[in-house]
């Protein structure tokens, strides 16, 4: 198997909702995400995927969100209502949802992480 990773960082900020209602304070974070993808044999140029296309994917997804709260945008914020709480856990999740519409067939999404701030990170491993 063959794996190829992207990594970029993104600014942005976000609050928590709390178990027992309300929000933490809104608080800022640079956001490094590393998107890890896979496959069992390499393409036409001897790749798992092209970085170039990988980067542009990355930056589809993480562009709406940077210099924005994430509590107000897509996929967190909808229907007039904070849907999903845009913990580092989720954030991962949502890229790597964003990747498997959009890679080859044979290629797959092996993890993504993001890292929140320096020494906590989350990582998303789809099934």
Not at 10 to 39: D, Q, R, Y
Not at 56 to 77: A, H, K, M, S, Y
């Amino acid at each position: 198997m063959y794996e190829a990773t992207v990594e970029k960082t993104f600014c942005a900020s976000h609050a928590l909702k709390m178990p027992g209602g309300g929000n933490e304070p809104m608080h800022g974070h640079n956001w490094k995400v590393e998107v890890t993808i896979a496959a069992r044999g390499l393409d036409a140029m001897d790749t798992v995927m092209d970085f170039h296309e990988l980067e542009l994917l990355l930056d589809q997804v993480t562009g709406p969100w940077n210099n924005r709260c994430l509590n107000e945008v897509e996929p967190f914020f909808s229907n007039g209502q904070l849907e999903v709480n845009p913990s580092a856990e989720r954030v991962s999740e949502k890229i790597a949802h964003f990747f498997e519409r959009k890679l080859p067939e044979d290629v797959w999404v092996f993890s993504v992480t993001v890292h929140e701030a320096p020494g906590c990170k989350a990582t998303f491993r789809p099934q």
